[in-house]
């Protein structure tokens, strides 16, 4: 079973920044695309970001310009870095893995972005 691991959340002040990290827990599959998506509370699960294999990213509308997506095939990790946060970032952000067949959800942590 593979587990994503996700830390970098928590608790910040409007205007800061939080960087997010995410890897399996184990791999014996190829990583295609990597993301992150986040829900808040009364709200439909949403896209942040996605960067695919080779490099190229996609971004909400919501967090372009303030938010950047990045990996490290060598650690199969990504990362996202949330700068200029608002109060409306405020959810639980959950990684997304997906290889060839399957797609994988980390358990999500939690952005609080205090006004």
């Known amino acids: 079973q593979v587990q994503l691991v996700e830390s970098g959340g928590g608790l910040v002040q409007a205007g800061g920044s939080l960087r997010l990290s995410c890897a399996p827990s184990r791999i014996y599959f190829r990583i295609n695309a990597m993301g992150w998506y986040r829900q808040a509370p009364g709200k439909q699960r949403e896209l942040v970001a996605t960067?695919?294999?080779?490099?190229?990213?996609n971004f909400a509308d919501s967090v372009k310009g303030r938010f950047t997506i990045s990996r490290d095939n060598a650690r199969n990790t990504v990362y996202l870095q949330m700068n200029s946060l608002k109060p409306e970032d405020t959810a639980v952000y959950y990684c997304?893995?997906?290889?060839?067949?399957?797609?994988?959800w980390g358990q999500g942590t939690q952005v609080t972005v205090s006004s």
């Open positions: 997304n893995v997906k290889s060839s067949y399957s797609e994988y």
């Open positions: 960067i695919t294999s080779s490099g190229t990213p």
